[in-house]
């Protein structure tokens, strides 16, 4: 595609469900990240993908959050027993080689309620 | 491992004056470096970077950014602020190695402009 596209762009749920949250990157992208930004806050780190090597998880809250990257394309970021603090909008990004500038998504703007 | 300090989580200028947000960078190796910028509601856009080529790099919107190694800044500057450029910065750093380096971003830099 032309452009990283996140899916969906808002989602409301309620306090205890799980959520799963898209990435797709650029078309050849070998880089993908997650980040997260809370009300007012910078960029929280979540997690990397590149190429076939084990994800780098580091920035990961709890082991309520998890994230797929299938087929070195396609990520999925999912939330389980959402919390209220889970709230902000999640944003990923790709870039076509380690080190190279990356391109984010719209985000995806999550309300636990 | 690398890391980028943004000093000053605000700032605010006048519509004409300079703007000069500050990034500050830590790196053992040659780093690759970045400006983006996130207007209200939207994902981030890259203003410009730098890749070891010329030091003083210039950007999208009037925007540019001068590397000195020696002082391990990155910071970056307008001639005259806009009110379009009201907005929120963030500096990164990557490195120009091989492995597995990941994009670094500072906290960022509020821009507000008054008229």
């Known amino acids: 595609g032309a452009g990283v596209s996140q899916s969906p762009s808002n989602k409301v749920t309620e306090k205890g469900k799980d959520v799963e949250l898209r990435c797709d990157p650029i078309?050849?992208?070998?880089?993908l990240y997650w980040y997260r930004q809370s009300l007012g806050q910078g960029l929280e780190f979540l997690i990397y993908?590149?190429?076939?090597?084990?994800?780098?998880k580091s920035g990961l809250p709890s082991d309520r959050f998890s994230a797929e990257r299938t087929g070195g394309s396609v990520s999925t970021l999912t939330i389980q027993r959402t919390q209220q603090e889970d709230s902000a909008v999640y944003l990923c990004?790709?870039?076509?080689?380690?080190?190279?500038?990356?391109?984010f998504g719209q985000g995806t703007r999550l309300t636990v309620v | 491992a690398q890391s980028v300090t943004q000093l000053g989580s605000h700032v605010s200028v006048s519509e004409g004056a300079l703007v000069l947000l500050r990034c500050n960078y830590s790196s053992s190796v040659p780093p690759y470096l970045f400006w983006y910028v996130q207007y209200p509601n939207q994902g981030l856009q890259l203003l410009l970077k730098y890749t070891s080529a010329a030091t003083l790099v210039k950007g999208i919107n009037g925007f540019e950014a001068e590397f000195k190694k020696s002082e391990t800044s990155f910071h970056l500057t307008k001639p005259s602020a806009h009110m379009s450029d009201a907005a929120e910065y963030f500096c990164?750093?990557?490195?120009?190695?091989?492995?597995?380096?990941?994009?670094?971003f500072g906290t960022g830099t509020r821009l507000l402009v008054s008229p």
């Open positions: 990004a790709s870039s076509l080689e380690q080190g190279a500038e990356a391109f």
């Open positions: 078309s050849g992208h070998t880089a």
């Open positions: 993908f590149q190429g076939n090597s084990a994800p780098d």
């Open positions: 990164a750093v990557s490195l120009m190695n091989t492995g597995f380096q990941k994009l670094v």
